[in-house]
């Protein structure tokens, strides 16, 4: 089954304990992006990926890391998460050749007190 | 980075009624128009989409409009039914040089009551 996986699914952490969420696809896509989606403001692109050791900032990259070592994975790294990192995070993957189409993973809710 | 405007924010109708949402944005350079259902605790899923050379397209009871000229594109749902209920986003993004770059509306949460 095709799919975009994350883990884990719910997180609670304290500020500045280093953290990673996992994001894995199994549909070959080139594309790979993170968000995170806070009510009001809907979905902002963290930082995506357009191949493998290609990555660059979305809208707001600030406090976090990726990277891309392997096609099907790009995991999002905290190095020092602080209270307003506290949010719902998806993970997206697009093939990138004709459609734009994003599939999102299911979700990562943390929350860092 | 590229502004989408979406209103309105959110949208109570009767089932039965239709339901307009609409995106204006800024870059003339956008060519790829998507719009995504998320339905309450679930992810973003593609209900349809739209590119700069067509001005409309339908599926079923949903249909996406474009106005390049004007910078606005509309999400119409007709014959409302209660499970339409959810949030919806627009997006877009322009694929010839930015790709993987995709700019997201901050969403419509729309209400069908019975």
């Known amino acids: 089954e095709a799919q975009v996986t994350q883990n884990p699914r719910y997180l609670i952490t304290v500020t500045g304990k280093k953290l990673t969420v996992t994001c894995s696809q199994n549909m070959n896509h080139e594309y790979m992006s993170w968000y995170r989606q806070d009510p009001g403001l809907g979905l902002r692109q963290i930082y995506y990926s357009m191949n493998v050791e290609v990555t660059d900032k979305g809208d707001v990259p600030e406090g976090y890391k990726v990277s891309r070592k392997e096609k099907r994975n790009f995991p999002l790294i905290l190095e020092s998460p602080s209270p307003n990192q506290t949010s719902l995070y998806f993970c997206?993957?697009?093939?990138?050749?004709?459609?734009?189409?994003?599939?999102f993973g299911p979700g990562t809710r943390l929350t860092v007190l | 980075g590229e502004n989408v405007e979406q209103h309105p924010s959110t949208l109570s109708v009767q089932e039965g009624d239709s339901a307009v949402i609409k995106c204006t944005y800024s870059d003339s350079a956008s060519n790829y128009f998507p719009w995504y259902k998320q339905e309450l605790g679930k992810r973003p899923q593609l209900i349809i989409d739209?590119?700069?050379?067509?001005g409309e397209k339908k599926d079923q009871r949903i249909a996406v409009t474009l106005n390049k000229t004007a910078k606005h594109f509309s999400l119409h749902i007709t014959e409302t039914q209660p499970e339409d209920s959810a949030v919806y986003f627009c997006?877009?993004?322009?694929?010839?040089?930015?790709?993987?770059?995709?700019?997201f509306g901050r969403g419509t949460q729309l209400t069908v009551w019975p």
């Open positions: 997006a877009l993004s322009d694929r010839g040089s930015t790709l993987g770059r995709l700019y």
């Open positions: 997206a993957s697009s093939s990138g050749l004709y459609t734009d189409t994003q599939y």
């Open positions: 739209i590119r700069s050379n067509v």
